[in-house]
């Protein structure tokens, strides 16, 4: 049994998220110091805050849908790092969490309400922020090669989206064993990217392509072979658009 103002949280007792008390008065949206508190955004949402004081932590409550990709985006006034923690409806367990980074993408696995926290690490009372929330929408193909990859068919191309940032896109074709395979990749919107070939086994590297480059590859035995294709070349941020595999 836990004290007042505690919750059980699997076997020891934890701050209530929901019994707080904030004073802040640095903006408008103020108190938001804690989940309970939180300012509720709707997608398209951009609110300009104050840090203060220099520790200040802004809270905010989100309705959001299962299978749906969504987006926290901070802009900032100054050279400062963002905390950016998104967390399930008790508050506490963990989402995902982006340190340091002033975007956070996530895609959602139940439909209901969700709660984020932002703060900054060496921020000085005043600075200001604008805090961007958007729904992007499905995510068109799954991201990992082991979530069921989107089959490719020989001769059928398929017109493919990277939709947001760090989004990649997981495909297969299924191989004979002894026989050579052209795979061919072209850009559509998007400025730049790549895609990687693994064997059956689901971790084995064999292959590296790069836009209208076509890859060759021989395979030893049959089977499924995955395909994953990915924005920019090391740095995806910024990387958005369509292309062809």
Not at 59 to 88: C, E, P, T
Not at 176 to 195: E, P, V
């Amino acid at each position: 049994i836990c004290d007042a103002g505690y919750v059980d949280k699997d076997g020891s007792c934890q701050h209530d998220p929901f019994q707080c008390v904030d004073d802040n008065v640095g903006d408008s949206f103020e108190p938001d110091g804690c989940p309970a508190l939180g300012t509720l955004l709707s997608a398209g949402d951009e609110d300009a805050h104050t840090v203060i004081p220099a520790a200040d932590v802004d809270w905010y409550r989100m309705n959001v849908v299962a299978g749906h990709i969504y987006r926290l985006k901070v802009v900032h006034s100054q050279a400062i790092d963002a905390q950016m923690s998104v967390f399930a409806d008790d508050a506490a367990t963990l989402v995902k969490d982006e340190y340091p980074s002033d975007v956070v993408v996530w895609e959602s696995t139940v439909t209901g309400l969700r709660y984020a926290s932002v703060s900054f690490a060496g921020a000085s009372a005043g600075a200001t922020y604008t805090l961007y929330f958007n729904d992007l929408g499905e995510d068109d193909y799954p991201n990992a090669i082991i979530d069921a990859p989107t089959a490719l068919t020989l001769s059928a191309p398929i017109l493919g989206d990277i939709q947001f940032e760090f989004d990649s896109d997981a495909f297969a074709f299924h191989g004979l064993g002894g026989r050579i395979y052209r795979l061919d990749f072209s850009l559509g919107t998007l400025s730049d990217g790549s895609f990687s070939i693994y064997d059956a086994d689901l971790v084995t590297y064999l292959s590296l392509g790069y836009p209208d480059i076509p890859i060759l590859v021989k395979t030893v035995g049959a089977g499924d072979f995955p395909v994953l294709v990915t924005p920019g070349t090391g740095n995806w941020r910024g990387f958005v658009g369509t292309y062809t595999v």
